[in-house]
Nanobody, 122 residues
Framework: QLQACGGGLVQAGGSLRLSCAAS????????MGWFRQAHGKEREFVAT????????YYADSVKGRFTISRANAKSTVYLQMNSLKPEDTAVYYC?????????????????WGQGTQVTVSS
């Protein structure tokens, strides 16, 4: 129901835009988030956006470089990643949750996509 794409190999300083297409539910009423998991590490929060698009929240490590947005008419959420660093290398997952406030906790998300690999070379 959540399909993430847009990952790839990019040099440090480059950009990528991830997309997450939702289907099967009215995800326009769900808060959406991006998480990532590097090899051998725990999954970590990257960014989230309220269902209305009016509120966003970022991890400190990506603030100022990544931008989350959504197009509810297309049931799609995006993650624009600029000034990429090797430490951004990970599998990126999109997720959806039903809630009244945004959350950075992965345990509070109800639906998950399959992940897309982002590799940043130095």
């Amino acid at each position: 129901q959540l399909q993430a794409c847009g990952g790839g190999l990019v040099q440090a300083g480059g950009s990528l835009r991830l997309s997450c297409a939702a289907s099967g539910r009215t995800f326009s009423r769900y808060d959406m988030g991006w998480f990532r998991q590097a090899h051998g590490k725990e999954r970590e929060f990257v960014a989230t956006i309220k269902w209305s698009g009016g509120s966003t929240y970022y991890a400190d490590s990506v603030k100022g470089r990544f931008t989350i947005s959504r197009a509810n008419a297309k049931s799609t959420v995006y993650l624009q990643m600029n000034s990429l660093k090797p430490e951004d290398t990970a599998v990126y997952y999109c997720a959806a949750r039903w809630g009244s406030i945004v959350s950075s906790r992965s345990s509070e998300y109800d639906y998950w996509g399959q992940g897309t690999q982002v590799t940043v070379s130095s």
